[in-house]
C-alpha cells in the first residue's frame, strides 16, 4: 500500500523557520495537500495542490514540490502555530495521509 | 456557511454495529464527494470512505472494506457511515469531510470539516 513518510517531530523558536517535509514515491505526479490539527481539534486545510493557500491562512505558510518529496515551510514561526501537521496524497485509488509531524515552537 | 456536523457516536460492544450520521448544510450533497477519516486516540489520520458526488462509487480502506457502508440521503443533505462487525481497533474520533472540488470522485484532498464524534468499542 501507498505511504507517505513526515519526520515525526520539528522544533524550533518562535521568529524561526520551520520547514516539515513529506515524501512519497508518487508525489511527483500527484498533489499534496496539508493539514493543520491542534489539540482536541478538526483538522484545518493550509496548503492545497502543493502550493496553494487558502485565503483565511496566513502568509507565513507556504508549499512547495520537487521530486518525490514535498515540503510545508512556515516561515517566522508563532507559538500558535504550534500543531500536529498532516500532508494528504492520493495513489491510484489510494487516498493517504502521513504519519504526522508534530511541530513545537517554544 | 458551509458546516457539517456528526453523530451517533457512543460505545458499543465488540461485533456489534453503528451508524453514524453526518448533517450537511451551506451545500447540496449532490455537488460533492465525502468522507469519512478517522482517528484512533493518541494516533493519526486514517481515511476510511468515500462517496461520489452522484453516489455511483463507494471507496473504502482495506482497514474497513466488507465491515463498513457509506451512504447518503439528499432529502436530508445527510451522509451516513454503517459500521458493522467492529473491532477495538476501530475505536476513533470519525470526522466526515468534503471532498475540495466540486463533481468530483473524491481525490482532491478536503476542504470541509465536521468537529467529529467519538466511537469507543469494548468488549
Known amino acids: 500500500s501507498y505511504e507517505l513518510t513526515q519526520p515525526p517531530s520539528v522544533s524550533v523558536s518562535p521568529g524561526e523557520t520551520a520547514r516539515i517535509t513529506c515524501s512519497g514515491d508518487?508525489?511527483?505526479?500527484?498533489?499534496v495537500h496539508w493539514y493543520q490539527q491542534k489539540s482536541g481539534q478538526a483538522p484545518v486545510l493550509v496548503i492545497y495542490e502543493d502550493t496553494k493557500r487558502p485565503s483565511v491562512i496566513p502568509e507565513r505558510f507556504s508549499g512547495s514540490s520537487s521530486g518525490t518529496m514535498a515540503t510545508l515551510t512556515i516561515s517566522g514561526a508563532h507559538v500558535e502555530d504550534e500543531a500536529d501537521y498532516y500532508c494528504y496524497s492520493t495513489h491510484r485509488t489510494s487516498r493517504v495521509f502521513g504519519r504526522g509531524t508534530r511541530l513545537s515552537v517554544l | 456557511q458551509v458546516q457539517l456536523v456528526e453523530s451517533g457516536g457512543g460505545v458499543v460492544q465488540t461485533g456489534r454495529s453503528l451508524r453514524l450520521s453526518c448533517a450537511a448544510s451551506?451545500?447540496?450533497?449532490?455537488?460533492?464527494?465525502l468522507h469519512w477519516v478517522r482517528q484512533a486516540p493518541g494516533k493519526g489520520l486514517e481515511w476510511a470512505a468515500a462517496l461520489s458526488f452522484d453516489a455511483s462509487n463507494e471507496y473504502y480502506a482495506d482497514s474497513v472494506k466488507g465491515r463498513f457502508s457509506i451512504s447518503r440521503d439528499t432529502s436530508k443533505n445527510t451522509l451516513y457511515l454503517q459500521m458493522n462487525s467492529l473491532r477495538a481497533e476501530d475505536t476513533a474520533v470519525y470526522y466526515c469531510?468534503?471532498?475540495?472540488?466540486?463533481?468530483?470522485?473524491?481525490?482532491?484532498?478536503?476542504?470541509?470539516w465536521g468537529q467529529g464524534a467519538l466511537v469507543t468499542v469494548s468488549s
Open positions: 469531510a468534503r471532498d475540495r472540488l466540486p463533481r468530483r470522485d473524491g481525490y482532491n484532498g478536503f476542504d470541509y
Open positions: 508518487a508525489l511527483e505526479t500527484t498533489y
Open positions: 451551506g451545500f447540496s450533497l449532490s455537488n460533492y464527494a
